[in-house]
């Protein structure tokens, strides 16, 4: 398969048109470290962006950072991280879950809009994507939103790349919204609570005026899977559910205050304190229980999105029915489910039970012969399908980009 | 009227009686207005300089009927403009000729307040602040806060992506909506997204917000809600120079400080609020900022010590701090009342909302101080000033010959200045008719080309709400044309693995 490897702004649009001529549709990648969520594609030519790789503006006061979409993400961190500003929606480093080395491009960021604990508090990659030039399965450059936080001129199609998977337009360059870091942060530990318990915790404290910014439970199984990842929780034994609070450190240390007699209960609250905390909600962005070269990495992973409240059933259920493990995010709005390995990933069980929940499910990590056989993105209801494809073709009616990789192809 | 609207079907209006009788039997009673009289409510929304009555005038109470309605307009070739409580700045929900007016002021009831998700499930003619009041008791809020919440609906406010003096720190419409109910022109009902924080696949609830009013019909809205925070203070710092007050927004961003609202009024604007509030507001600075921070006690009298002294070493040569509750809402009601006061000093004033970088403050203020000596009209300036946002008024006199359009070229120049400073045509307002023919200073057909393919996925026909936002219509079929440039290796000289 050839791989083009794309110079500027130019070539992207030329070897689109070029696709399109030859009917040949394309990978788009950046440093490929997302290559294995989706369904197998059926693309003939790799297109490389990693050569479009340049920081265009960064304007800490602006709080905006305009940059290439084949910028590294570890980069990028690190250049707003020097001024003391991040990313408020904590990408996720998908590397951990699919074996992989770095965390990838910015555009493959966007592309797969995959937001860490944080999401609960400063939403997601939707959230902070302010603008972006793309290139459209027509062939066409265009520029959608602009470079200011503020802004309803047209429509926001910035909403629609997020998320896209690569599958309506080749991100050349966007504009993301950066956030002052907090200046200390601190986790509530809560020990040995059941999932259905964890999430009344969970619950009980987004429902506080204490500004939680991360509320996640790792049942003991869990825990223990990926005890070294989360030395500062002590050693397992029991079940941790955990809430973060940031902010300046008076602050931080009143409302933890606060929120623990919220929590009283449910239990007596542990504290972790700045780099300790750190540590614990990176593990938990990067899903490290389920890690690629831990216990489970052999497992398929579900990534199951859900109203919080239900997600305490859903997760012990799912768990007892399955034989798997999960862990919980977003006040268990989010749910990590690794089951033991099967053909069909037990994907018709997962999804009606998350179905009844009224979740989604995605499988995001699985063997390709997995994904060939599952829908790896949540099936939809036949008119919201009908619509998203309609919305695609508006964007790439030659279905050119990464086709194949959001519906899985049916045999005839 | 200086803006075109699409040229009225003939053919339709000659059918006006059986069109009107066809949607008595699909909204019976009172829910069809066709009287010249009573349609006059109708004719005009917030952007009073354009009147035209519609059609006729429906008003369904079910989901079935908006569905029904718009099925059958779409089988007859009838346009339709949906309209929530009128309250639009840009003539979104302004009425066509040959046109249905669909309105949704039925749709007033909360069908669900969710604490445990945080989440309210609303019909779309509930007004924004009904819904803060109805979820109140538990300490909860709906966070954005566009002026009009007494009156606005929340369904225009999706449409709208409307915003409000809070969003710098809890953001848009946009990042607090979580589903919807959409009816599309075809009559069809979708769901799209619900309680969950995504919606899987393609993120159909976030194109919808901010639409306005051109892909779908909103019959039922899913929101987050929020805990109130335990505190809010507020400073009303005063500036010898506008440039300085600029500094002083730049450094407090600069310092990692994300206020709730940080609100920046000129001269004219102050003298105005002061003369109709009586807030106490200096007269003898030239900008005014009033920063609130909110959250818990501790955290706001730190960030309230900071922004002080952030204020005094940019010069501050006033600085009240609001001690109580009724302070705090003082130092507000004047900026709150800083339109109708303008109304109270000019005939007439339109109200424009470009944004720009937050660096860029001083600058615009300059152009617009000398647009307003060529344009020989008042300008009053109030500022979304931490997010850039803009709402220059600019005063005039409609019984004055040439001063409306002149107003409407003053106010064009402005947002372009906007663009050209690196900004946008619009913060919060929308496009609607007012800007519609500025996009261009934005995009490039290719721009606005894509933006109306999508429109194309959801209304191939172009019947609903047409003429607003884009200054060209086209054909879907001519905008579906993929052009096939050059050969099959267009691109010889790239290099390949």
Redesign the interface.
């Known amino acids: 398969m050839?791989?083009?490897?794309?110079?500027d702004a130019q070539?992207v649009e030329?070897?689109v048109?070029?696709a399109?001529?030859?009917e040949q549709p394309l990978e788009i990648v950046g440093h490929g470290s997302r290559r294995l969520i989706g369904q197998p594609m059926a693309t003939n030519a790799v297109l490389e962006l990693s050569a479009l790789n340049a920081v265009t503006a960064y304007?800490?006061?602006?709080?905006i950072i305009t940059v290439e979409a084949g910028a590294p993400l570890a980069d990028v961190q690190s250049l707003i991280d020097s001024k003391?500003?991040q990313f408020a929606f904590e990408p996720m480093d998908t590397s951990v879950l699919l074996g992989v080395s770095g965390a990838g491009t910015i555009g493959g960021m966007i592309g797969a809009g995959l937001a860490g604990p944080r999401?609960?508090r400063a939403?997601?990659a939707?959230?902070h994507l302010l603008g972006a030039h793309a290139v459209?399965?027509?062939?066409?450059?265009?520029?959608?939103g602009?470079?200011?936080?503020?802004?309803?001129?047209?429509?926001?199609?910035?909403?629609?790349l997020?998320?896209?998977w690569g599958t309506?337009a080749v991100m050349t360059e966007v504009t993301l919204k950066v956030?002052?870091?907090p200046?200390s942060e601190r986790t509530l530990v809560l020990r040995g609570l059941d999932d259905i318990a964890a999430v009344r915790a969970m619950?009980a404290a987004?429902?506080?005026?204490?500004?939680v910014s991360g509320a996640a439970h790792l049942p003991n199984s869990a825990f223990r899977a990926a005890a070294g990842a989360f030395s500062g929780l002590g050693a397992p034994g029991q079940a941790v559910t955990l809430l973060r609070l940031e902010?300046?450190a008076?602050?931080a240390a009143?409302?933890g205050h606060?929120l623990g007699k919220t929590l009283a209960p449910f239990g007596a609250v542990e504290i972790l304190q700045d780099a300790t905390s750190a540590a614990v909600w990176s593990s938990i962005r990067d899903v490290l229980p389920f890690a690629a070269d831990g216990a489970l990495g052999a497992w398929p992973v579900w990534r199951i999105?859900?109203?919080?409240?239900?997600g305490g059933a859903l997760g012990q259920q799912l768990a007892r029915d399955t034989g798997g493990d999960v862990i919980y995010d977003?006040a268990g709005?989010?749910i990590w489910a690794a089951l033991p390995p099967r053909p069909d990933a037990q994907a018709a069980l997962v999804r009606q039970r998350v179905e009844a929940a009224?979740?989604?499910a995605?499988l995001v990590r699985a063997s390709e012969l997995v994904r060939r056989n599952v829908d790896v993105?949540?099936p939809?209801?036949a008119?919201?399908?009908a619509?998203?494809e309609?919305?695609?073709?508006?964007?790439d009616?030659?279905n050119i980009l990464n086709r194949g990789r959001?519906l899985r192809a049916v045999a005839p | 009227m200086a803006i075109m609207m699409p040229a009225s079907d003939q053919a339709v209006l000659d059918r006006r009686d059986a069109i009107v009788a066809a949607l008595r039997a699909i909204v019976p009673g009172e829910g069809v207005i066709d009287s010249a009289a009573e349609m006059i409510p109708y004719e005009s929304d917030g952007l009073m300089a354009y009147r035209q009555p519609p059609m006729v005038v429906v008003l369904p109470d079910t989901t079935e009927q908006v569905s029904r309605v718009l099925k059958y307009c779409g089988e007859q070739g009838i346009k339709v403009v949906p309209r929530g409580s009128g309250t639009s700045l840009s003539g979104g929900a302004l009425p066509l000729a040959d046109g249905v007016l669909l309105g949704l002021g039925k749709f007033k009831r909360i069908r669900e307040i969710d604490f445990d998700n945080r989440v309210v499930v609303t019909e779309p003619g509930v007004t924004n602040l009904a819904i803060s009041q109805a979820v109140a008791h538990a300490g909860f809020y709906y966070a954005p806060d566009p002026s009009s919440q007494i009156a606005c609906s929340i369904g225009g406010n999706v449409a709208e992506n409307s915003g409000g003096v809070h969003c710098l720190k809890y953001g848009m419409t946009t990042n607090n909506v979580l589903g919807c109910e959409i009816v599309l022109m075809s009559g069809e009902i979708l769901r799209i997204g619900g309680k969950s924080a995504e919606n899987a696949g393609y993120d159909l609830m976030g194109i919808i917000t901010g639409s306005e009013g051109l892909l779908g019909v909103i019959t039922e809205i899913t929101v987050r809600i929020l805990q109130k925070p335990e505190t809010a203070r507020a400073l009303m710092v005063g500036f010898a120079e506008v440039e300085a007050a600029g500094e002083c927004v730049a450094r407090i961003i600069g310092a990692g400080i994300i206020p709730g609202g940080m609100e920046m009024m000129d001269k004219p604007a102050i003298h105005a609020a002061e003369a109709f509030v009586h807030a106490g507001y200096p007269l003898d600075v030239e900008a005014l900022l009033i920063i609130e921070l909110d959250g818990p006690g501790v955290e706001v009298d730190e960030l309230i010590r900071r922004v002080e002294a952030i204020a005094q070493g940019c010069g501050s040569t006033t600085c009240q701090i609001s001690t109580s509750e009724a302070e705090r809402n003082l130092f507000w009601a004047g900026r709150k009342a800083a339109f109708p006061a303008v109304g109270r000093i000019s005939p007439d004033y339109l109200c424009m909302d470009g944004t720009i970088p937050r660096g860029a403050l001083p600058k615009a203020l300059a152009r617009i101080r000398d647009l307003s000596a060529k344009y020989d009209l008042r300008v009053a300036n109030v500022f979304h000033a931490g997010d850039g946002n803009l709402h220059p008024l600019i005063l005039y006199d409609a019984n004055q010959p040439g001063e409306m359009e002149r107003a409407e070229a003053f106010g064009a120049d402005i947002l372009r200045c906007c663009v050209e400073l690196g900004g946008v045509l619009t913060g919060e307002h929308g496009v609607g008719i007012e800007k519609r023919d500025l996009m261009p200073e934005m995009f490039s057909e290719i721009d606005l080309n894509q933006q109306q393919r999508l429109k194309c996925a959801f209304d191939a026909q172009g019947l609903l709400n047409p003429g607003k936002v884009f200054p060209t219509l086209h054909r879907c079929a001519e905008l579906g044309r993929v052009h096939v440039h050059g050969g099959k290796l267009a691109f010889p000289e790239l290099p390949r693995f």
């Open positions: 050839d791989t083009l490897r794309i110079r070539d030329d070897a048109r070029a399109i001529a030859s304007e800490p006061n602006e709080l003391n500003q999401r609960i939403g997601g939707r959230d459209s399965g027509f062939g066409d450059s265009f520029k959608t602009g470079r200011v936080v503020k802004n309803v001129t047209g429509y926001d199609l910035c909403k629609l997020a998320g896209s309506l956030m002052p870091k200046e619950t987004l429902g506080s005026p204490y500004d902010g300046i008076a602050s009143d409302r606060s999105v859900c109203p919080p409240a239900a977003w709005g989010l009224g979740g989604h995605m993105f949540h939809q209801s008119g919201v399908a619509l998203s309609r919305v695609r073709s508006s964007f009616p030659k959001l």
